[in-house]
């Protein structure tokens, strides 16, 4: 069982708007520690798409943007495109662990 | 432009040791604004932190793992390294080595692509 919660699964039609959110607690996200998000094609390493809860590194298109908020942060991605279709990971710090923590992952569709 | 790349064995026997490499080119392994890591991925599952190193030779091990675990720090090859003991199958994975700010434990900006371990006799 991860520590950050996520959705198993979302989906959403192209050109729709779409949501993940990750709900951590006290000792992570509640914290004040960033949140990160990652993107996995299948087969590949996690990609950083979204970084300090709503900064995108540099080629990563505006469509995805990210917040925080208490204990959760969420990811979304306007305007959907097939190429969109993957994993996504939110990942922070926990001090119980002193060490990095993901999310369980979402596996976004595109219908 | 930083690559990281992981090397070692795909297939480990039940009850022995796994060992991997992690080779890092295109920057310095001995910068203080990064840790270096180690995070698998079972077949089929979500992504899990094994552990960090430090250039300086600290570690954190996640305490799931912390009895069976060392991770080293080789600065004069540019390399760090994970050794997982008494290894089951549940240990079957593909184990990605990776680069971490260390700046309040921030952002995992890059990644190696990743290698298999299969534990099986």
Redesign the interface.
């Known amino acids: 069982q991860s520590v950050l919660t996520q959705p198993p699964s979302v989906s959403g039609a192209p050109g729709q708007r779409v949501t993940i959110s990750c709900t951590g607690s006290s000792s992570n996200i509640g914290a004040r520690y960033d949140v990160h998000w990652y993107q996995q094609l299948p087969g590949t390493a996690p990609k950083l798409i979204i970084y300090g809860n709503n900064n995108r590194p540099s080629g990563v298109p505006d469509r995805f943007s990210g917040s925080k908020s208490g204990t959760s942060a969420s990811l979304a991605i306007t305007g959907l495109q097939a190429e969109d279709e993957a994993d996504y990971y939110c990942q922070s710090y926990d001090t119980s662990l002193s060490g990095w923590v993901f999310g369980g992952g979402t596996k976004l569709t595109v219908l | 432009q930083l690559q990281l790349q992981e090397s070692g064995p795909g297939l480990v026997k039940p009850s022995e040791t796994l060992s991997l490499t992690c080779t890092v080119s295109g920057g310095s392994i001995s910068s203080s604004s990064y840790y270096w890591?180690w995070?698998r991925q079972p077949p089929g599952k979500?992504?899990?932190?094994i552990?960090?190193i430090y250039y300086s030779g600290s570690t954190?091990?996640?305490?799931s793992l912390k009895s069976r675990l060392t991770i080293s720090v080789d600065t004069s090859k540019n390399q760090f390294s994970l050794k997982l003991s008494s290894v089951t199958a549940a240990d079957t994975a593909v184990y990605?080595c990776a680069r971490?700010y260390s700046s309040?434990?921030?952002?995992?900006?890059c990644?190696?692509?990743?290698t298999l371990v299969t534990v099986s006799s």
């Open positions: 890591g995070i979500g992504l899990e932190w552990g960090s954190y091990y996640n305490p990605y971490g309040s434990w921030s952002k995992i900006d990644w190696g692509q990743g």
